[in-house]
């Protein structure tokens, strides 16, 4: 007589679990230790310095496992500056939404956070200014598109300042952009070139860069038609 009890359904859950977790349990940690070793190894060792293996031994997951989340070592990259963009505009999104601090103090707040954000854990702004980029035009592409998201973010605060004359009526865009990269430059010279900052004050520095941008841009209106001081008229004849 066949014993059945080596089938059962409970058996082969049983045998499918550890420590009494189930397969997509187990999954999910795996994951998620891949994802912590990415951001420890890249944002240390550097994308190009750090192996598939690497990665694996020091999550702790098998190559084998490695390769049913990710197609290779870009891939898992693609993931760790996805994780890190999604933490950075959630602090943003909650610095922003802040409802007892006045508007413009709320933006700078913001710009703050995210910097320091970057700085207070180096591996972060490195993983996501420095090691992320050039690595593919993949990656060049989501760079861009992180740029943008945070641009509009900044652009969507910027045209509400404005709708409460705290700042000119313009189109603010192309000033949002220049923000996020300034933004990006700034993190990677604290991590390259040392100087002589904390990550707080890097941070605060950030902020009064923001601020003057805004002050600035509240005192100058060129009008329709008037001399403009920062054009240069091109000589005669060119």
């Given amino acids: 007589m066949t014993d059945t009890r080596q089938n059962s359904p409970g058996k082969r859950q ?16 795996r994951h998620d230790r891949l994802i912590a ?3 420890e190894l890249f944002g240390e060792r550097g994308y190009a310095a750090t192996p598939i293996e690497a990665v694996c031994s020091h999550a702790k997951v098998s190559t084998r496992h490695f390769y049913e989340q990710f197609e290779g070592r870009e891939s898992i990259l693609h993931a760790v500056h996805g994780f890190l963009v999604a933490r950075m505009e959630e602090i943003i999104r909650t610095a922003l939404t802040e409802p007892r601090t006045p508007l413009t103090q709320r933006v700078a707040d913001t710009i703050e956070s995210a ?3 970057l700085l207070e854990d180096p591996r972060r702004g490195r993983i996501l200014c420095i090691e992320a980029v050039g690595v593919s035009e993949v990656m060049e592409k989501k760079r861009r598109q992180m740029t943008h998201d945070l641009a509009d973010i900044i652009q969507r605060y ?16 192309l000033p ?12 990677a010279e604290w991590l390259n070139e040392g100087t002589g900052l904390s990550d707080r004050e890097m941070a605060r520095e950030a902020k009064i860069l923001f601020r003057a941008m805004i002050f600035g841009a509240q005192h100058y209106e060129p009008t329709e038609g008037a ?5 240069r008229q091109a000589p005669a004849g060119d």
Avoid: K, T, W
């Fill in 176 to 187: 949002a952009i220049a923000l996020v990269g300034m933004f990006n430059e700034l993190v």
């Fill in 14 to 29: 049983r045998r499918r679990g550890y420590r009494g977790l189930s397969a997509e349990e187990l999954r999910a940690q």
């Fill in 158 to 173: 910027a045209d509400l300042m404005a709708e409460n004359g705290m700042l000119p009526a313009r189109d603010y865009h």
């Fill in 115 to 117: 910097i320091f954000f």
């Fill in 227 to 231: 001399h403009d001081p920062l054009d």
């Fill in 37 to 39: 070793a990415g951001i």
